[in-house]
């Protein structure tokens, strides 16, 4: 099982900010992971696609939001560790929810329309992300 490593879960407030790291184990023996995800979970509701960012090529511009976090969230990327990072900012209460990092190997085409999770082959534990008003 190649899991995902999340972290950066916390409980804020309205307003402020929060940063998620998640990072894809290399294995050369598998294909590269070159299409990682965010999807969330609240309580009682369906997973959610959040972002994806295509990894395959370290341009950070290749990247897909959910209207829900356009304009408030954004990626930063460190393609040698492997890891990608969500920035949230202007957090609201509802994103208080699971977040789970999910990764593949997709094409870029593919990957910026953000795809479901049905199709991911690997994720993460889930870090919780409460915001309070």
């Known amino acids: 099982q190649r899991d995902l490593v999340e972290s950066g879960g916390d409980s804020v407030h309205f307003g402020e900010s929060l940063t998620l790291s998640c990072t894809a184990p290399r294995d050369a023996r598998n294909a590269p992971d070159r299409c990682m995800a965010w999807f969330r979970q609240a309580y009682g509701k369906q997973r959610e696609a959040v972002a994806t960012?295509?990894?395959?090529?370290?341009?950070?511009?290749?990247?897909w939001y959910s209207d829900s976090v356009r304009g408030r969230f954004n990626f930063g990327l460190d393609s040698a560790k492997n890891t990608i990072y969500l920035h949230m900012n202007n957090l609201k209460p509802e994103d208080t929810a699971m977040y789970y990092c999910?990764?593949?190997?997709?094409?870029?085409?593919?990957?910026?329309?953000?795809?479901?999770?049905?199709?991911?082959?690997?994720w993460g534990q889930g870090t919780q992300v409460f915001v309070s008003s």
């Open positions: 960012i295509y990894t395959g090529d370290g341009d950070i511009s290749n990247t």
């Open positions: 999910a990764a593949a190997d997709f094409g870029r085409a593919y990957c910026i329309i953000g795809p479901p999770g049905r199709v991911y082959d690997r």
